[in-house]
């Protein structure tokens, strides 16, 4: 039935889901506007980090079931997963997908399935649905004539981990909501070409609610540990012993509090429900503010500590003051910035007006928004061995491993507990 499969997307989730299909020997064309990541990927290499899967590209790209191109081109079925960020005032945007959704209805043929893979707001499927039928009059969809329409619309949310996406992608359970039972059954049968997780149906409105509810109970945990953090500081507490010891307790298991909460998901999805809901989310709104509060307060007790580096520098300016910012990814070992409370911390210290190394050892070249004249992306032994403050944003293996020479820096701010044990 599905020959030929099109992928909208070719970023953290779009290039391991394509690249997993061509894997098994169905032809894949990959679609993205970005022309260095379709140039990069024709190359048979990958333009993210992310383990195992420059070696499935290649192999993919090489034996000729995967190919990239920046326009859509008639396919069996059309996977979108593009960018579902939020406007001022934590308003969903879907502009991605209604982009998405222009761009592959000249090619839709009847019999096409589409499905949208894209974290959302409850309705966004049905939003996509309406997009492809106005342009496209001469096909039904799901909403005009069910389970007969000419084309099928479903909804199926990735659920990842950064750094074991392709394992993951393969292995675990994926909710599968169709707007028509027909559309569901489609999708489940595409999706078996390599899922070995259990495909569990649904409807598209709950499947949509259902990825957003998995990530704000995450933020909401993830926010007791953050708010515990500074609790704990208050009152002259190691939040990390505490954490320890609490979770001896058979029925606990408090998370480890780090820098605030980033990424694609956690830090933007918990906002579409508090959105749609204002009333009734108030513990996942509470949530969310606290996570985003707590980048402020780490910048707080980087102040506190420039201050005694100032303290020791007797006649010294803000500009004379070294800080060293490891870590700018959202989680460790990646190299994904996206919504990262480690960008933000780094963007309030260049704002001081101290010199400002980062050390981000995932990464070349830093983002637009952290390039100053007082700010530099450095190897860990250079800036460790100039900075006369040290802030530990993320915990990467790499950093851990290097945890007790941390010691040798005058002072220092771990965000993410590296040396509660070092």
């Known amino acids: 039935m599905f020959n030929t499969i099109s992928m909208i997307g070719l970023g953290y989730i779009g290039l391991p889901t394509a690249t997993l299909f061509a894997s098994r020997k169905k032809k894949v064309i990959g679609v993205d506007i970005n022309q260095h990541a379709v140039d990069t990927i024709n190359q048979g290499k990958i333009h993210i980090v992310e383990p195992e899967l420059d070696i499935l590209v290649h192999a993919a790209v090489t034996e000729g079931y995967l ?5 859509p081109e008639p396919a069996d079925a059309f996977l979108i997963a ?50 492809l039928a106005e342009a496209r009059t001469d096909l039904t ?33 994926r909710v599968i909501g169709g707007m028509t039972q027909t559309a569901t059954t489609m999708a489940t049968g595409l999706y078996r070409t390599f ?49 320890s010891l609490a979770n001896r ?18 830090a933007v999805d918990p906002w579409f429900i508090v959105d749609t809901t204002p009333e009734e989310a108030r513990i996942i709104r509470m949530a969310r503010e606290v996570n985003d509060h707590k980048p402020v307060w780490v910048l707080d007790k980087i102040k506190a500590a420039i201050l005694d580096a100032l303290t020791a520098k007797p006649g010294g300016v803000m500009a004379d003051v070294k800080v060293a910012c490891f870590g700018l990814a959202f989680k460790p070992d990646i ?88």
Request: net charge negative; with cysteine; aromatic share 4%.
């Open 335 to 422: 190299d994904d910035l996206r919504e990262s409370p480690a960008v933000e911390i780094a963007e309030m210290v260049i704002r001081l007006g101290c010199q400002v190394l980062i050390v981000e050892p995932n990464i070349e070249t830093l983002p637009e928004k952290l390039t100053a004249t007082n700010v530099s992306l450095e190897p860990f032994d250079v800036a460790l061995a100039n900075a006369d403050v040290c802030c530990l944003l993320v915990k990467h293996r790499s950093f851990i491993e290097a945890a007790p020479t941390f010691r040798n820096c005058g002072k220092f701010v771990d965000a993410v507990g590296l040396l509660a044990t070092a």
């Open 141 to 173: 969809f799901p909403q005009q004539a069910g389970e007969s329409a000419d084309i099928q619309v479903a909804y199926c949310p990735e659920r990842v981990l950064p750094g074991h996406v392709v394992r993951e992608l393969v292995a675990n359970d």
């Open 67 to 71: 190919r990239a191109t920046t326009k």
């Open 249 to 266: 307790h058979p029925r606990v298991n408090i998370l480890l509090p780090g820098a605030g909460v980033g990424g694609h998901c956690i």
């Open 195 to 243: 899922v070995e997780g259990s495909l569990v149906p649904t409807n598209c409105r709950t499947a949509e609610m259902c990825k957003l509810t998995e990530n704000s109970f995450r933020d909401v945990n993830i926010a007791f540990a953050n708010e515990l953090s500074m609790i704990c500081d208050k009152l002259d507490i190691n939040v990390w012993e505490l954490i």
């Open 82 to 131: 593009v960018p579902t960020p939020f406007t001022d005032g934590h308003k969903p945007d879907l502009r991605y997908i209604e982009s998405a959704a222009k761009a592959i209805a000249p090619v839709l043929e009847q019999g096409n399935l589409v499905i949208l893979e894209s974290t959302s707001p409850v309705g966004a499927t049905e939003k996509l649905a309406k997009w």
